[in-house]
């Protein structure tokens, strides 16, 4: 049987790639990626040369059934996200479901997550952390979706694009201004930011930006937290 190991890559600091990802990308049979663009990139830069197979997120089930062809022939196919962990608000899960029902080995690469980074520095504390991803671009259900996590007794943590960010913080303010926020942008790039205080304050900050650029990260504290 095949190997497929899910392999976590960097969110933008190509420093942050570990070792046994390396290890992995360099003795896989091929790489099966996101965005074989993106990918070619990270293995360009360290000098790994390897056929790249394409899984993309819109037609993960093809993709999904040409990594299994190559685990049937036995070969260990690493599988990349475009960054962050596969899985984790990325396309990777029906790849790992597909090769374990077929009997495969499947291998997580822990590594680099937003998720991670943005809770580790928040300073927010908290048993559990709820993650829900990226809310709906569209306003109603954004804000439906935001007033019931934060009617949950746990803090949860959502992405969200530049172009939406002022919206997500006005529907969490509009529900309670107080409530402590931690919004981090650019994690791990040059201009990494991680901004904390209560929902009214962020909303001012942010809104405020007359050009705002970078992917965000957003922990929003559980009630008692905040």
Not at 92 to 109: I, Q, W
Not at 156 to 177: M, N, T
Not at 178 to 203: D, M, N, P, Q, Y
Request: aromatic share 4%; with cysteine.
């Amino acid at each position: 049987m095949g190997r497929l190991c899910l392999v976590a890559t960097p969110i933008g600091n190509l420093g942050d790639i570990t070792l046994r990802a390396l290890e992995t990308l360099r003795q896989a049979d091929a790489v099966a990626c996101e965005d074989t663009r993106h990918t070619l990139k990270l293995l360009t830069h360290f000098e790994i040369r390897k056929p790249l197979v394409s899984c993309h997120a819109n037609d993960e089930e093809r993709g999904a059934a040409r990594v299994l062809a190559l685990l049937a022939e036995g070969k260990t196919v690493a599988y990349c996200s475009d960054a962050g962990t596969p899985g984790l608000s990325d396309p990777g899960s029906l790849l790992a479901r597909r090769a374990r029902e077929a009997g495969h080995e499947v291998t997580p690469l822990p590594g680099p997550s937003a998720f991670a980074a943005l809770v580790s520095a928040a300073g927010i504390g908290g048993r559990s952390f709820l993650f829900d991803g990226f809310p709906s671009p569209k306003s109603g259900r954004r804000r439906s979706r935001v007033a019931e996590l934060m009617a949950r007794e746990e803090s949860f943590v959502l992405y969200e694009s530049p172009h939406r960010i002022d919206k997500l913080l006005a529907d969490i303010a509009g529900i309670d201004p107080g409530r402590r926020v931690c919004v981090g942008r650019e994690i791990s790039k040059l201009h990494e930011e991680f901004v904390v205080g209560t929902a009214a304050e962020l909303l001012s900050r942010f809104s405020g930006e007359a050009e705002r650029r970078g992917e965000f990260s957003v922990l929003v504290a559980a009630a008692e937290l905040a």
